[in-house]
C-alpha cells in the first residue's frame, strides 16, 4: 500500500484545500492515483501560531470536519509540515506534531538563503529530541541553495521526501535517482 507522507487536504487550515468539497475531490484523486494511506501535514511556523495547543485544535476540528463529511474517508493519518526556524528544536511537546503514532516528523527548510543553523537545527531534532527527521521536497531546494549548501542539508541523518513533480523534469529527475541509489 503506498503512502503519501506530505499534503495538504485538511481543508481551510493552511494554502492548501479551501474546503471541503476540495479535500473530498482531493482524496478521490489520490486513491485513483494509487494512495492508500494520506498522511495529513497542515503547515506549522511556530512564529506565526498562538501555541501549539492552539494549531493541534485547529488541525484536529479540520480533521473532523472532513470526517464528519464523509463515512467513506479513512485510512488519513495526522501529522504536520513543521518549519525550520531558529529555536524549533527545543520546542516543547515538539513530539506532538509528529505523524500520529510514529517519531517520523516532517520538517521543511526555509526557501531563503541557506544557513548552518538549519542543519543545526534537524541535528537537535534527530539526536537530543530522538526525533526521526522526514526533509520536505529536498527537490526544490536545488535553485535556492548553492551545490554546496545543499550537500550539507543532505548530509543529515535524516529520510528524504520528494514530491511527484520531481520526476517532471530533467535536473531535478536525475537528482532523485542519484538520491534514491
Ligand atoms: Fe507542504
Same mark, same amino acid.
Given at each position: 500500500? *503506498?503512502?503519501?507522507?506530505?499534503?495538504?487536504? $485538511?481543508?481551510?487550515?493552511?494554502?492548501?484545500? @479551501?474546503?471541503?468539497?476540495?479535500?473530498?475531490?482531493?482524496?478521490?484523486?489520490?486513491?485513483?492515483?494509487?494512495?492508500? !494511506?494520506?498522511?495529513?501535514? =497542515?503547515?506549522?511556523?511556530?512564529?506565526?501560531?498562538?501555541? &501549539? @495547543?492552539?494549531?493541534? %485544535?485547529? /488541525?484536529?476540528?479540520?480533521?473532523?470536519?472532513?470526517?464528519?463529511? @464523509? =463515512?467513506?474517508?479513512? @485510512?488519513?493519518?495526522?501529522?504536520?509540515?513543521?518549519?525550520?526556524?531558529?529555536?524549533?528544536?527545543?520546542?516543547?511537546? &515538539?513530539?506532538?506534531?509528529?505523524?500520529?503514532? *510514529? /517519531? &517520523?516528523?516532517?520538517?521543511? =527548510?526555509? +526557501? *531563503?538563503?541557506?544557513?548552518?543553523?538549519?542543519?543545526?537545527?534537524?541535528?537537535?531534532?534527530?539526536?537530543? /529530541?530522538? $526525533?526521526? =527527521?522526514? !526533509?520536505?521536497? %529536498?527537490? /526544490?531546494?536545488?535553485?535556492?541553495?548553492?551545490?554546496?549548501?545543499?550537500?550539507?542539508?543532505?548530509?543529515?541523518?535524516?529520510? +528524504?521526501?520528494?514530491?511527484?513533480?520531481? +520526476?517532471?523534469?530533467?535536473?531535478?529527475?536525475? +537528482?532523485?535517482?542519484?538520491?534514491?541509489?
Amino acid at each position: 500500500m *503506498t503512502t503519501d507522507y506530505h499534503s495538504h487536504i $485538511l481543508p481551510n487550515i493552511d494554502d492548501g484545500s @479551501d474546503s471541503i468539497k476540495t479535500s473530498l475531490k482531493m482524496i478521490k484523486m489520490m486513491k485513483q492515483q494509487g494512495i492508500g !494511506i494520506i498522511v495529513a501535514t =497542515p503547515h506549522f511556523y511556530m512564529h506565526r501560531e498562538a501555541s &501549539l @495547543d492552539s494549531y493541534l %485544535v485547529k /488541525r484536529q476540528n479540520a480533521y473532523e470536519k472532513l470526517m464528519a463529511a @464523509d =463515512p467513506a474517508v479513512k @485510512d488519513i493519518h495526522i501529522g504536520a509540515e513543521v518549519a525550520i526556524e531558529k529555536g524549533i528544536s527545543v520546542l516543547g511537546e &515538539l513530539e506532538k506534531l509528529c505523524i500520529s503514532g *510514529t /517519531r &517520523l516528523i516532517l520538517l521543511e =527548510p526555509p +526557501f *531563503t538563503q541557506y544557513n548552518s543553523w538549519i542543519v543545526e537545527e534537524i541535528d537537535e531534532i534527530a539526536n537530543s /529530541r530522538r $526525533l526521526i =527527521p522526514i !526533509i520536505a521536497h %529536498v527537490h /526544490r531546494y536545488m535553485g535556492v541553495y548553492s551545490k554546496s549548501d545543499l550537500n550539507s542539508l543532505m548530509s543529515v541523518d535524516a529520510v +528524504f521526501q520528494i514530491n511527484a513533480e520531481a +520526476f517532471e523534469h530533467f535536473s531535478t529527475r536525475r +537528482f532523485v535517482n542519484k538520491l534514491i541509489s
